[in-house]
């Protein structure tokens, strides 16, 4: 079966994740993974691109170039690393780096920072870029696109199974068990971090709060949550995406009295994740009578003790099962995601599902760059 890397730079600006895939007919398969975190510059520069979103032509290519070096050392070292050659890789799948995403923007517009005919250059492999602009052009969201894949590889008969993603945003997906794409729920239901981040950076100058300790030795004040949770995103029904347009800094200010410990505040960020996420599941669950036996973490907040702990007292039925008791790591599931959608790409097959993103129909995504 053939290999395929995927490429993922979230929304927390982190760096870039590539993972090694094997995909074919059965399930895809994880054979490794890497990681190139981004040089402090260029995060500061792609989060000033993201929140100030003013930049020049020379800017955005110095930028783009720059990032495009990062994804070519990601790919570089994890062919070293598993003693694979470019050659034996069928595609690299790009997801870019998410600069502006606005799907109720006129007109609609999701905007990833890329460059594959670079990458295809600095890395000798054939590219699959833009995923999911394809999907938007359909009248979809273009996100979440992970649903298709978390359907290849988790769908089991007898089996309902939530994956929930916890990156700077989080979005869950439902599986039924019959396997039927058409009954696949997905969503982003709102922050997962990316809130928590921001706070912890200006309170503690910290990147995150590590395993949610910070936040789990404040208190959460019920009413600041209560007027977050007012937000109209929560209660807005799929298809729907979201993402640092939406929820930063200057949002939740004008939720503050100015009053609040910032030590509360991270305790009633994260019980904002936690809730808004239980809110999901409750949604999900009003039009089926099939019991959830597992809900998957996986990205960065996977990590997080405090706000699995939350998680947990939300939804106790559900048992928190990891994702590694399914042979693959919660930290790459969402690389492996692009490796799996370049297969479909090359394969022919749509990588959207239109019940998630609300597109018209099934679409193939991506454009393709021969090395
Ligand atoms: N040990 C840890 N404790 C708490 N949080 C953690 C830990 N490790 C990672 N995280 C969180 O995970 C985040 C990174 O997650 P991830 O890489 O999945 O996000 P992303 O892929 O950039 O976002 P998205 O999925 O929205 O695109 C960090 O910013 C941090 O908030
Ligand atoms: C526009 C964009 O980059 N969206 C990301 C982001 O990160 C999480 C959530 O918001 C999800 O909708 C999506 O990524 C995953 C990989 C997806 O498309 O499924």
């Not at 870019?96 to 000798?124: F, K, M, R």
Request: aromatic share 6%; with cysteine.
């Amino acid at each position: 079966m053939p290999l395929y890397i995927g490429l993922m730079s979230g929304t927390s600006l982190d760096g870039i994740d590539a993972a090694l895939v094997r995909c074919g007919e059965g399930r895809p398969e994880w054979l490794g993974a890497t990681g190139v975190a981004f040089p402090a510059a260029l995060r500061e520069d792609l989060l000033a691109l993201c929140l100030a979103r003013e930049t020049t032509f020379a800017e955005l290519a110095r930028l783009e170039t720059a990032f495009c070096e990062r994804q070519a050392e990601a790919v570089n070292r994890l062919l070293t690393e598993t003693c694979t050659s470019p050659s034996d890789i069928a595609a690299v799948g790009s997801h870019g780096q998410t600069i502006e995403h606005a799907p109720e923007g006129v007109p609609p517009h999701t905007y990833q920072l890329d460059n594959p005919s670079l990458l295809a250059e600095l890395t000798g492999c054939t590219v699959v870029g833009d995923f999911r602009r394809r999907d938007m052009a359909a009248g979809g969201q273009a996100a979440p696109l992970a649903p298709a894949f978390h359907a290849a590889l988790f769908t089991a008969p007898e089996h309902t199974r939530l994956i929930l993603n916890l990156g700077g945003i989080a979005n869950l997906t439902r599986l039924p068990p019959s396997g039927d794409s058409a009954s696949v729920l997905g969503f982003d239901t709102g922050p997962a971090n990316m809130l928590m981040d921001a706070w912890c950076q200006r309170h503690l100058g910290h990147a995150y709060d590590a395993d949610g300790a910070w936040a789990a030795g404040g208190y959460v004040d019920a009413v600041l949550l209560s007027r977050l949770l007012d937000d109209p995103y929560f209660q807005r029904p799929p298809p729907k995406s979201t993402g640092r347009e939406h929820f930063h800094l200057d949002w939740l200010a004008t939720h503050l009295t100015g009053n609040e410990a910032p030590q509360d505040v991270q305790a009633t960020l994260a019980e904002l994740t936690a809730t808004s996420i239980a809110m999901a599941i409750a949604q999900g669950s009003e039009h089926s009578d099939t019991y959830c036996d597992a809900l998957i973490p996986c990205g960065g907040g996977a990590h997080n003790t405090d706000l699995l702990a939350r998680l947990r007292r939300h939804v106790p039925d559900i048992p928190l099962t990891p994702c590694e008791r399914f042979g693959w790591s919660a930290d790459w599931l969402e690389a492996g995601a692009f490796a799996w959608l370049a297969h479909q790409r090359l394969a022919g097959r749509p990588g959207n599902l239109p019940e998630v993103t609300g597109a018209r129909g099934p679409r193939v995504l991506g454009g393709l760059y021969a090395p």
